[in-house]
Structures are given as C-alpha cells and as structure tokens.
C-alpha cells in the first residue's frame, strides 16, 4: 500500500497521462488543415513566357524592286484569341495638306478615330465601306469629328470634297501589329508560343501576304508583296457621283 505522498504524487501523474491522451486523440480542425494548405500554396503561377517575331518586307512592282517599304501592316493572329482592348484616348487621322495623315492607321476594333481638320478649309470625311460606312460631314478648320469602328475588315476613307484624298483603316481582331517604316523592317513583341498566322497588307497589294507558323521561331521572316493597284481607287463621292472638278479656283473647299 503506497504511503499518502506517494499517492498523491500517482494520482497527479495519472491525471496528466488521461489529459495528454485525451489532446492526442482529438482530432485536426480541418478548417485549420485547409488554411495551412493554402497558405503554402497560395504563390503565384509564373507567366506564360512570351517571344517577339521580326522580320522584313520586300515590294516589288512589274517584278523591279521597289526602294521603300513603308506603310506596311504586318499583324500576327494567334490561334488562341486573346482579349482586346481598345485605347482609352482616341487615335488621330489629320487632314492636312490635302491629305490624310497618317494615310494607313491599324486598330483594334471598338477604337475611336479623331478626324481633325489642320487645313484652312473645308473638308468632309466619309467612307462606303461595307459594314463600316459613315459620314463626317462638312467642316472646317480647326474642327474635329469622330467615328467609332466597330466592324472587323479594311476601311477606305475618303472626302467628298477632294476626290485624291484616300486614307486606310485596318480594323482588326488581334492586338499584336505594326506599321513599317521605309526599310521595310518590323518586329512584333510579346507574342504568345504556340501556332498562329502571319499577315502583311500594303494598300497597292492586291493580294495579302500570309504564313502559318508556330512560335517561337529562330529566324526572321522574310516578306514579299508585289504592288499592282492603284495609289487612289476609282471611286465616286458619298452621292454616287463623279467629283466636280475646282480647276485653279482660290478653293473655300
């Protein structure tokens, strides 16, 4: 028989042995469990790695090279669509001088274009592209109208005033274009791997350059387009009509 203090000392370990059991026994919160889970987990996935594709264009006319290579669009379309956004700001398309400037604008569809008129008289700028026609109106200097474009597909503006003024807007579903310079060269940057399809448009082109490739590539692209068209298409005013001719007149308009 243990003595008094040793069964008090017996006692005291045995409760402590029933209270450790007891905590060992118990089961892990599995709240607890998922949040610990989480939080190690919880780094972000690294980007998808992107690549950027270059190259340069070539023009030919009547089979002769041609010295500059400017005003080229050279887009590329991933087979993956990818989401666009259109600029916040408005992009320009001046008319000045008698002419548009630029002369060739490539945008994303749903952007908006600012016509301003920079020349001291009056213009009126218009297109009867199919499903992206619309019509400025007439105004004057220091003005300046809009148009949203929200149709894919090639856009030809004119004025209704003066029949050699023609600009370009390319209206398309990829954010990924660039407009030559006069070398020819151009570089696309930030492209996504995986398959896709190179374009290149030149307004005298009849025929738009385009190659299946798979990205990455190690090479530059080489283009060619052969120039068989018309600077400024035949083409009537906003009425169907032919333009009236202002011969050496001091023009208003």
């Not at 590329?76 to 916040?88: G, S």
């Not at 001088?97 to 749903?110: I, N």
């Not at 400025?136 to 809009?146: A, C, V």
């Not at 005013?237 to 308009?253: A, D, H, M, V």
Request: charged share 20%; net charge negative; with cysteine.
């Amino acid at each position: 028989m243990a003595a008094p203090g040793q069964a008090g000392f017996l006692l005291a370990l045995l409760v402590q042995g029933m209270a450790a059991a007891q905590v060992a026994e118990e089961p892990a919160d599995p709240a607890a469990q998922v949040a610990e889970e989480t939080t190690e987990s919880a780094a972000p996935a690294a980007p998808a790695p992107t690549f950027a594709l270059s190259g340069a264009v070539a023009l030919t006319e009547r089979g002769d090279a041609v010295g500059e290579a400017g005003e080229v669009v050279v887009y590329y379309r991933p087979k993956t669509p990818v989401e666009l956004q259109p600029p916040a700001e408005p992009l320009i398309m001046a008319t000045e001088g008698k002419r548009f400037s630029p002369r060739v604008l490539p945008l994303v569809v749903g952007s908006t274009v600012e016509f301003p008129n920079r020349d001291p008289i009056l213009h009126n700028v218009f297109s009867l592209s199919r499903n992206n026609s619309f019509d400025l109106g007439l105004f004057g200097p220091d003005r300046s109208e809009s148009h949203q474009f929200e149709t894919l597909g090639l856009v030809r503006v004119y004025c209704n005033v003066h029949q050699s003024m023609v600009a370009h807007v390319l209206v398309l579903d990829t954010p990924f274009f660039v407009t030559t310079g006069e070398d020819g060269r151009f570089e696309l940057d930030a492209l996504p791997a995986g398959p896709g399809t190179l374009y290149a448009w030149h307004e005298r082109a009849r025929h738009v350059f385009t190659q299946a490739m798979t990205l990455p590539l190690e090479e530059p692209v080489e283009i060619g387009l052969e120039l068989n068209q018309r600077q400024v298409p035949s083409h009537r005013n906003k009425f169907g009509k032919s333009y009236r001719r202002t011969g050496n007149r001091r023009e208003r308009y």
